[in-house]
């Protein structure tokens, strides 16, 4: 939120305090400030304040409020104009071409004297024509046959906006001859608003703070107004259907305004807080909210009279919206309503998306003349999802989605009403209409002394405790003589009862103390046992061996939908919907269950993926949501990986390798379980994901351990890749629960292998996993390696025959082994290769 320094001042009195003292306070007590952005206000001498720090300080003798009376023709250009200037002391010929004084041009004389912003000779302002921050200055030219050695400037060339549309006209009581530093300079905080600051979204709450934290007295806003003719009461009528949805509504009427711009005051503070002034009326109701956090709006009231039938009284109601109900809202657009929308209507119809947008129909124009004012409470929840789902953000919609008691619907309204009587000439009439079918409760609190010396380890008497507290306009009492009875102030909805409230109160009071002038101490109770945790653990132990096997973790939203899960499976084999876990409040429809796949998840980010990179190799741990009739959902971790593309990607150096296929997933697979020291077997399967024939089930010890394989051609469809893709989806608890709990570790024997290759002849239909099991067990211990290297098929072989050669290593531990040890292992294993499997030599 951006906060203009002066506005801050109209609520506190903040003499004595550099900007970087108050930037200091602020951030200390939790509302943190990410940047100070100047205006004509001395820059920090020092640059050890800590803060992000822009903008320019204004010359006083050069930087000056002066007065245009004549604004004459430039003799050799239609485009430019010679402004007569008084500055106080002289007078000057200051040459110009800003638009907005067009239409004061050869007029001579002018009747009322133009207030502006005026730079002398030599003066350093921004460049009002370059798209860059660019400082500038001022020299003696001659432009068009006309020497120019001053200017009046623009919001932008003064560094208070981006503004160069025209020069600023002040208000009429601008005092000619005043430094500008010391009529408009000023200072904008860029305030974090954490959500459990939200009821400091405006100028109020922070001076509030601000007055607190600096022992100041707090200026409360002017509520009151002068009311004039008939009575509002009796005119309008409020019907909320739902006071869930709205607590409170709240109306009030000015009649016979008059648009036209605000003061020039207001439109600076609106655009200083990042808001664009509109016409006096409208700023009225920003700049409210802005100042004391209620969002407001204002109907036109004699649009409402019209909609109306003749004998009838206007009616306001809230209520849900229709299915597929329209409302064509300010911004011109028509937009089709969801029945979770919250509506203000009349008997007509729609007039607002409640708390988000009004309705283009009942704006505020400049034929207006009788406004009827909103202030109103709505649930945040269903106003954030309903800004949201319409992609609807707005400076109302981050206040109401945060979060803003119903106490306030009628101040902000108070004094809205009070500035639209100061700016547009209007008369309030007499009477609030005021709904309130659900006042919330005040939350009351007890804290004792040993509540603050446990909590906050400092001694806080209650006496100062109460007095604290009371600063922030809490309403404290004593029960007794050791327990302080702490009621919250309506607007504070972040105060919860109980153990929860005391926390409540012990953050204000350390807060207010300040977190700096609590004293570090050690922990006076003893430390807890240290335990580990064995399932976590090995869930990081799992994640390590994958990353070393060259796949990137990720990390996704466990919320989607069962669409997006079905993405997973060929059209022709989608059956009925499994059940979900629903969410009650979910952010949007493709998050509004708790996903059942964690296959999906990562195929999801690879499908976002494809495009961006050659080579995708990705992995994710994470829970699935299992339902579970009369009790929570089951939650078993899953472990899903994929890959696709190029196996390495494209260098100099190399040329490209073809694209992952089955056998690449398998050996991440056998990595992994080896590294795990669990003995698995891959068996063929089918799965109604992956391709028919490259599927394949792990298994151990009878139990499966999940599947993995190459994703089904027509799943490529469905995720958008050109290249194929092979995945795995694993059962991460089945495989922690299988880890053992200890491994023997053998001893690197110092004495040299002997290597060897065997080539076996086996029946076409024989696993290769099954041969290279049993020449393991068959080569004993000296047998320390088998690896398949080749595949041979051919006629000499024989009908339904295939050759596979392994790569053996013998090796002993005690000594270097000869010929004949190793002729011995060789010939015992081909005696039962032969006697189990069928297996021939293939060198005899």
Request: hydrophobic share 40%; with cysteine.
């Amino acid at each position: 939120m951006k906060l203009p320094v002066s506005w801050l001042k109209d609520f506190v009195d903040l003499s004595g305090l550099e900007i970087v003292d108050i930037a200091r306070i602020l951030t200390m007590a939790g509302l943190e400030v990410e940047d100070i952005s100047f205006a004509g206000l001395p820059l920090p001498k020092k640059d050890d304040h800590g803060f992000k720090v822009s903008g320019i300080e204004w010359d006083r003798d050069k930087l000056l409020v002066a007065e245009v009376s004549a604004v004459n023709p430039h003799p050799n250009a239609d485009r430019l104009v010679l402004c007569d200037l008084f500055d106080g002391k002289e007078k000057h010929v200051v040459l110009t071409g800003a638009p907005n004084l067009f239409k004061y041009k050869g007029q001579g004389k002018l009747p009322k004297t133009l207030k502006v912003a005026f730079a002398k000779e030599s003066a350093v302002v921004y460049n009002g024509h370059s798209d860059a921050i660019e400082l500038l200055k001022i020299k003696k030219a001659v432009i068009r046959g006309v020497e120019s050695s001053s200017m009046v400037c623009s919001e932008k060339e003064l560094g208070i906006s981006k503004d160069h549309e025209g020069i600023i006209i002040f208000d009429d009581d601008a005092p000619v001859g005043m430094p500008l530093a010391d009529y408009i300079g000023d200072a904008v905080l860029d305030v974090k608003i954490n959500p459990n600051m939200a009821r400091n979204a405006n100028v109020l709450g922070v001076a509030r703070e601000l007055a607190a934290l600096t022992g100041r007295k707090l200026i409360k806003p002017n509520y009151n107004f002068d009311t004039s003719g008939a009575s509002l009461y009796g005119m309008v009528k409020i019907d909320i259907s739902q006071p869930e949805l709205n607590p409170r509504f709240v109306l009030g009427l000015i009649r016979d305004v008059k648009i036209y711009p605000s003061p020039y005051w207001v439109q600076r503070r609106l655009r200083a807080a990042g808001m664009r002034p509109i016409s006096n009326v409208v700023d009225a109701t920003n700049y409210a909210m802005i100042e004391i956090g209620q969002p407001l709006h204002a109907f036109d009231y004699d649009v409402l009279e019209k909609r109306k039938g003749p004998q009838d009284k206007i009616t306001i109601l809230t209520r849900t919206a229709s299915q597929g109900e329209k409302l064509v809202t300010l911004d011109n657009v028509e937009r089709t309503l969801a029945p979770s929308n919250v509506l203000v209507c009349d008997t007509k119809g729609a007039l607002s998306m409640a708390g988000i947008m009004g309705g283009l129909e009942s704006e505020i124009s400049g034929k207006t003349r009788n406004i009827l004012l909103e202030g109103a409470a709505w649930n945040f929840i269903n106003i954030r999802r309903t800004a949201n789902q319409h992609n609807l953000p707005s400076e109302a919609s981050f206040r109401f989605s945060r979060g803003v008691h119903p106490a306030l619907a009628e101040e902000g309204l108070r004094r809205c009403l009070y500035w639209m009587s100061q700016w547009s000439g209007g008369k309030v009439a007499p009477g609030i209409v005021d709904e309130y079918p659900l006042a919330p409760k005040q939350s009351l609190v007890k804290i004792s002394q040993k509540d603050i010396k446990r909590s906050l380890g400092i001694e806080i008497p209650l006496g100062k405790a109460k007095e604290l507290l009371e600063s922030l306009e809490f309403d404290c009492a004593f029960e007794g003589t050791e327990t302080l009875l702490v009621k919250a102030p309506l607007f504070r909805m972040d105060i919860g009862e109980g153990i929860v409230g005391i926390a409540d109160i012990m953050e204000e009071l350390a807060r207010l103390y300040g977190f700096e002038n609590i004293p570090e101490s050690l922990m006076a109770d003893p430390l807890p046992p240290q335990r580990g945790n064995p399932s976590l653990e090995a869930e990081n132990r799992v994640k390590d061996i994958m990353v070393a096997l060259g796949l990137q973790e990720i990390i996704s939203h466990r919320m989607t939908s069962p669409e997006i899960e079905q993405k997973l499976l060929p059209a022709g084999l989608r059956g009925e919907l499994p059940e979900y876990v629903k969410l009650a409040n979910f952010i949007a429809p493709e998050k509004r269950v708790m996903r059942r796949s964690m296959l999906s998840s990562v195929m999801n980010v690879m499908e976002l993926n494809f495009r961006q990179k050659e080579s995708l190799a990705l992995f994710e741990i994470g829970s699935v949501y299992i339902p579970k009739a009369g009790a929570l959902p089951l939650e078993p971790r899953r472990l899903a990986f994929a890959m696709s593309g190029k196996r390495t990607e494209a260098a100099w150096d190399s040329k490209p390798e073809s694209n992952y296929d089955f056998f690449d997933i398998k050996g991440v697979i056998e990595a992994l379980f080896a590294a795990l020291h669990l003995n698995v077997k891959y068996v063929p399967s089918v799965h109604p994901s992956f391709h028919p024939g490259k599927c394949a089930a792990i298994d151990l010890d009878g139990s499966g351990l999940g599947v993995f394989g190459e994703l089904h051609p027509e799943l490529a469809e469905h995720y958008s890749g050109n290249a194929p893709v092979v995945a795995a989806d694993l059962d991460l608890e089945a495989i922690l629960a299988a880890l053992p709990s200890g491994y023997p570790i053998n001893a690197i024997s110092e004495f040299p292998p002997i290597l060897e290759d065997i080539a076996l002849v086996v029946d076409e239909d024989m696993p290769a996993d099954r041969v290279e099991s049993l020449i393991k067990k068959s080569g004993g211990e000296k047998l320390v390696a088998a690896r398949l290297f080749d595949v041979f098929r051919s006629e000499q072989l024989g009908k339904g025959k295939k050759s596979l050669a392994y790569a053996l290593a013998y090796q002993s531990p005690d000594g270097t082994l000869n010929d004949k040890d190793a002729a011995d292992i060789r010939n015992r294993i081909v005696a039962k290769a032969e006697k189990e499997l069928g297996a021939k030599l293939r060198s005899s």
